[in-house]
Nanobody, 124 residues
Framework: QVQLVESGGGLVQAGGSLRLSCAASGRTFSNYAMGWFRQAPGKEREFVAAITCSGGSTFYADSVKGRFTISRDNAKNTVYLQMNNLKPEDTAVYYC?????????????????WGQGTRVTVSS
């Protein structure tokens, strides 16, 4: 059974930083791309960032480009999301997801395993 467990969310002031982690188990982590998505109150879940299975390529939503960095440590079966210069509009529940294959995907249907989410609140 594949499990994804996020951590690192919390309350931060605008301009601050947080680092989210997602620990994976249950399948060979290094064979699959990983992604981060978020869902703000009253909104649809949206893509944030993704990384290929080797970590060699990354892809970001325009709204976070230049502020967020996705990375992975395949030896630790963990993917990270470093979030800098946070804005109130970044407030959301953040989910990590494991893709169906090696290359990054923006669409939710390309991910077949999801974590429970970690809440990030950015105050102004």
């Amino acid at each position: 059974q594949v499990q994804l467990v996020e951590s690192g969310g919390g309350l931060v002031q605008a301009g601050g930083s947080l680092r989210l982690s997602c620990a994976a188990s249950g399948r060979t982590f290094s064979n699959y791309a990983m992604g981060w998505f978020r869902q703000a109150p009253g909104k649809e879940r949206e893509f944030v960032a993704a990384i290929t299975c080797s970590g060699g390529s990354t892809f970001y939503a325009d709204s976070v480009k230049g502020r967020f960095t996705i990375s992975r440590d395949n030896a630790k079966n963990t993917v990270y999301l470093q979030m800098n210069n946070l804005k109130p509009e970044d407030t959301a529940v953040y989910y990590c997801a494991s893709a169906r294959g090696c290359y990054y995907f923006q669409k939710e249907y390309n991910y077949n395993y999801w974590g429970q989410g970690t809440r990030v609140t950015v105050s102004s």
